[in-house]
């Protein structure tokens, strides 16, 4: 005898009709969590994007309006005088001259990725006391700028620190003005520079070398090779793309260095960069329309190295299994 059930059942299936699926209080609630994980990401950016926006584009894209302009800073009206800004630049050798003195920082910048690469290839492995070395060569880039350059000022002030230190292990005759003989100056700040950024480079190479799993240095440990083998076929292979990086860092800040020249001597006696130039003619000279074409320069001149930089050694995928 037949069922109810079991002939609405065999019903159902003659007709081929399938009930429609309806979501209860729980799928429904999972539906609405998976649309908020999706929408979360993307609240979360709206801050630093507006940010990165109305502090760092908006102001490139005024840099270039005002280029080529008469502009002085101060009057409501900007005369439109085309490209007239960026031909006194090419046309005046005293405004390209000062980018001599970026040299003096290229050099103090190769001298202090040899120095942080070592230092973080000797500390990553199990060395006594390597925390607290560690944290005495980063500690410099953690210090305000300002405070750097007052302090470098009195090391560097005639019978200062650097004198008095000189003369205390009998090489007195090697003091001078540090700061004021031009033949010394760029290369006193350029040292400054090198201290305060080396913790940065540091950072980077020692994060990168950590990263490379254990089990390789176990397994060079038993084919026999030595903590040079190891820095050369192991090591610097893996870290070559944060090598790359820290080149183009380099090379930017050796070509933009500011605030250490401008504190310590304003610029004076041969020690003014293009970017303290550029600082003097618009704050100085009111010249803010050619300012701003320099800045532009020189934002070019960083592209086109960073852009051959990358074509001479290319970022490649880094396989070290």
Request: with cysteine; aromatic share 14%; hydrophobic share 50%.
């Amino acid at each position: 005898m037949a069922t109810p059930t079991n002939t609405a059942s065999r019903v159902s299936g003659l007709s081929g009709a399938t009930p429609a699926r309806r979501l209860g209080p729980g799928g429904r609630r999972r539906q609405g969590l998976r649309r908020r994980k999706t929408i979360t990401p993307y609240l979360f950016l709206i801050a630093p994007v507006a940010l990165l926006v109305v502090f760092t584009y908006v102001p490139v894209v005024n840099m270039f309006g005002y280029s080529v302009t008469s502009w002085n800073g101060l009057s409501p009206s900007k005369e439109f005088i085309g490209a007239d800004n960026y031909i006194e630049i090419a046309t005046r050798p005293e405004l390209f001259g000062v980018l001599r003195v970026s040299l003096y920082y290229i050099g103090a910048s190769v001298i202090q990725i040899v120095l942080a690469l070592y230092f973080a290839t000797v500390l990553s492995f199990n060395v006594r006391f390597r925390n607290f070395f560690k944290g005495i060569i980063f500690f410099p880039y953690l210090i305000n700028g300002v405070a750097i350059a007052m302090v470098f000022l009195y090391f560097f002030e005639p019978g200062g620190t650097l004198d008095s230190t000189l003369n205390a292990i009998g090489l007195g005759d090697l003091s001078r003005q540090w700061l004021g003989d031009p033949g010394t100056i760029n290369y006193s700040l350029a040292g400054t520079s090198l201290w305060r950024y080396l913790g940065l480079n540091f950072v980077l190479f020692l994060g990168a070398i950590q990263s490379i799993p254990a089990q390789l240095y176990e397994a060079a440990e038993i084919d026999g090779a030595n903590r040079w083998h190891q820095f050369r076929f192991l090591i610097l292979p893996g870290i070559r793309p944060i090598v790359g990086l820290s080149c183009i860092l380099a090379i930017s800040g050796s070509l933009s260095v500011f605030e250490i020249p401008y504190i310590m001597t304003g610029g004076a006696n041969g020690s003014e960069t293009f970017v303290t130039q550029t600082v003097f003619m618009a704050f100085k000279a009111y010249k803010v329309g050619l300012a701003s074409a320099m800045a532009v320069v020189l934002l070019l001149i960083i592209l086109l190295i960073t852009w051959v930089q990358r074509r001479v050694v290319p970022d490649e995928k880094v396989n070290l299994s």
